[in-house]
């Protein structure tokens, strides 16, 4: 396994990770969340209770956890295809 297959393996981790702190999030507000369905459902609620956080930790918090999950899908799509390019 080279260093790209490595980086596109983290990326994929550190996407279940903030996945799995927004499904934390969503259900410690009171929101329905289930573990496998509803990804967009679950982004949107998510980004909804952005908008209305009124603590300016929480907010920030919040806005980390989803702009580490649009970066680790990013990585996952760059490295994804650097890797099949390799193996072409």
Do not use: C
């Not at 994929?12 to 927004?22: D, F, G, M």
């Not at 956890?65 to 072409?88: E, Q």
Request: proline share 0%.
């Amino acid at each position: 396994m080279g260093l790209l297959e490595f980086a596109l393996i983290f990326s994929v981790i550190i996407a279940l990770y903030n996945l799995q702190q927004i499904k934390m999030v969503l259900q410690e507000k009171g929101h329905t969340v289930d573990m496998f369905k509803g990804l967009l459902g679950d982004h949107r609620k998510f980004k909804d209770l952005l908008r209305t956080e009124t603590d300016e930790k929480r907010k920030l918090k919040y806005r980390q956890t989803l702009n580490g999950l649009y970066f680790s899908v990013l990585g996952i799509v760059l490295f994804g295809i650097m890797v099949l390019r390799a193996r072409l």
